[in-house]
Nanobody, 127 residues
Framework: QVQLVESGGGLVQAGGSLRLSCAAS????????MGWFRQAPGKERNFVAS????????FYANSVKDRFTISRDNARSTVYLQMNSLKPEDTANYYC????????????????????WGQGTQVTVSS
C-alpha cells in the first residue's frame, strides 16, 4: 500500500504561483511513476502532469505546459508541482497519484494508469 498526502494549496491571485507537495509513504513509492490530476466543481478529473520513477521523463497537459513543472525528490519520497502564472481556470482540487508498477520508463497520463490517490488539495485562483 502507498499513502499519499498533498499540501500547498490555497488562494492566490491570477499571475501568482504556488507549489504543491505530495508526500508518499509505503512500499516502493520511490520506484513508481507519479502524477497530478485536477478536478473543478462539476467537471471531470483531468490529467495535469506526470513524472517517471527517476524523474527523467515528464509529461504535461497542453493547458499547463510552460507554466507548471513537476519534479520529485526520491530521498524525501515527495513529488512537487510548481505552478506559475496561475489563471482562474486553474482553480480546482488537485490530486496526487501513484502507479503500482515499479521502474516504468514512461509515466502514465490517464487515471487508469494509477492505483493510489491522495485526498486532494484545493487551489483557488482569483481574477
Amino acid at each position: 500500500q502507498v499513502q499519499l498526502v498533498e499540501s500547498g494549496g490555497g488562494l492566490v491571485q491570477a499571475g501568482g504561483s504556488l507549489r504543491l507537495s505530495c508526500a508518499a509513504s509505503g512500499r516502493t513509492s520511490s520506484n513508481s511513476g507519479m502524477g497530478w490530476f485536477r478536478q473543478a466543481p462539476g467537471k471531470e478529473r483531468n490529467f495535469v502532469a506526470s513524472i517517471n520513477w527517476n524523474g527523467r521523463r515528464t509529461f504535461y497537459a497542453n493547458s499547463v505546459k510552460d507554466r507548471f513543472t513537476i519534479s520529485r525528490d526520491n530521498a524525501r519520497s515527495t513529488v512537487y508541482l510548481q505552478m506559475n502564472s496561475l489563471k482562474p481556470e486553474d482553480t480546482a482540487n488537485y490530486y496526487c497519484a501513484s502507479n503500482a508498477v515499479s521502474f516504468q520508463d514512461v509515466p502514465g497520463t490517464s487515471q487508469q494508469d494509477y492505483n493510489y490517490w491522495g485526498q486532494g488539495t484545493q487551489v483557488t485562483v482569483s481574477s
